[in-house]
């Protein structure tokens, strides 16, 4: 009888221009405790997910079952405790962490010995983009490129930044936000953007933050559209700025905003965008370097 838990970090997907290419992964954490038994049980256990009333309806669960049947499996009956302290709908990959444990839980119970490239494009299938799934399982930044339907990515170094989250109590579904969205650019604009965001990552990469925060905020691929759903999304930006942000963007489709602050100053900025807007719930994260994680030395973990 297999016993383990599986772990799944949060994410920010785009950094501004970045859209549907660059995601960062944050220290929170979606925690599946797995225990294979005669039948199927499936618990929340976490303020942010609600109650399962039928295993069969559950998120993680139907990824799984769709990840085993791919390899022609039958997932085995388990009892699985779900922890989470990731606000769903939120802009900070929630669907994502999800989707990774469920693949990651087929993975472990069919014994399928997935390659990390089969997790990527299999998270990337059900989540529609990597952007969010590949920091969740790789951890660090992480940018991807879907090229001869062949997902590329390079993990690159984690910046000197701090890194400070405005949550808002309101959800803003990623399907609802992608609808906003135009179909297509013009050459102009395409190149524009595409341009901003060669910019931000080169400055990123070189340490050149005020200049890569800059270039975050000059994003044309999807912050202009979504603005309007992005409740304070000119004063969330103009007060962080006050306060020496570097730069602030949507986080993910929103609703939450992220800004990116020299190292040492993200407390201090919480502190500023607490006092500024207190109806928010200003969170200091840091980027989590660990990414999925699978502990089966689990014997002795409670929640089981
Ligand atoms: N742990 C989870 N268990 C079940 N469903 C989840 C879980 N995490 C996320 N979801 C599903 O994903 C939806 C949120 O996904 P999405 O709109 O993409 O926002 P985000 O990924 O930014 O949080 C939730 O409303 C829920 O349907
Ligand atoms: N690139 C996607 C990212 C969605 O992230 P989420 O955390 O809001 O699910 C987009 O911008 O639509």
Redesign the pocket.
């Known amino acids: 009888m297999k016993q383990f838990r599986i772990t799944v970090p949060a994410s920010s997907a785009n950094m501004g221009p970045g859209f549907d290419s660059i995601g960062l992964a944050l220290n929170r954490r979606?925690t599946l405790f797995v225990k294979e038994q005669g039948n199927w049980e499936i618990k929340?256990n976490s303020e942010f997910?609600s109650p399962v009333t039928n295993y069969e309806d559950?998120?993680?669960y139907q990824i799984a079952k769709q990840t085993a049947e791919r390899h022609r499996k039958i997932l085995p009956e388990c009892k699985i405790t779900?922890d989470?302290d990731?606000?769903?709908?939120?802009?900070?990959?929630?669907?994502?962490?999800?989707v990774m444990?469920g693949v990651e839980l087929a993975n472990q119970l069919c014994n399928l010995a997935l390659t990390n490239e089969q997790k990527l494009q299999y998270g990337t299938d059900y989540e529609g983009h990597p952007d969010?799934v590949a920091p969740a399982l790789f951890g660090g930044i992480v940018i991807t490129a879907i090229s001869n339907n062949e997902i590329e990515y390079v993990q690159i170094p984690a910046p000197g930044l701090d890194v400070v989250a405005y949550i808002p109590s309101v959800?803003l579904?990623?399907?609802t936000a992608r609808r906003v969205l135009p179909d297509s650019l013009s050459r102009k604009s395409a190149a524009a953007a595409s341009a901003t965001s060669n910019l931000m990552l080169a400055s990123l990469l070189t340490g050149n933050y005020r200049l890569a925060g800059t270039m975050m905020e000059c994003d044309l691929f999807h912050e202009p559209y979504r603005a309007e759903l992005i409740p304070n999304y000119q004063s969330i930006k103009r007060e962080a700025k006050k306060a020496e942000a570097y730069g602030t963007v949507i986080s993910?489709?929103g609703p939450t905003m992220i800004s990116f602050i020299a190292k040492g100053l993200g407390e201090r900025l919480a502190k500023y965008m607490s006092s500024k807007f207190p109806d928010y719930e200003v969170a200091t994260l840091n980027i989590d370097q660990d990414g999925l994680q699978v502990d089966q030395q689990v014997h002795s973990i409670k929640s089981l």
């Open positions: 979606l929340n997910l559950n998120f993680i779900v989470s990731i606000p769903l709908a939120r802009g900070l990959g929630s669907s994502a962490s999800a444990a969010n959800e579904k990623t399907e993910g489709a």
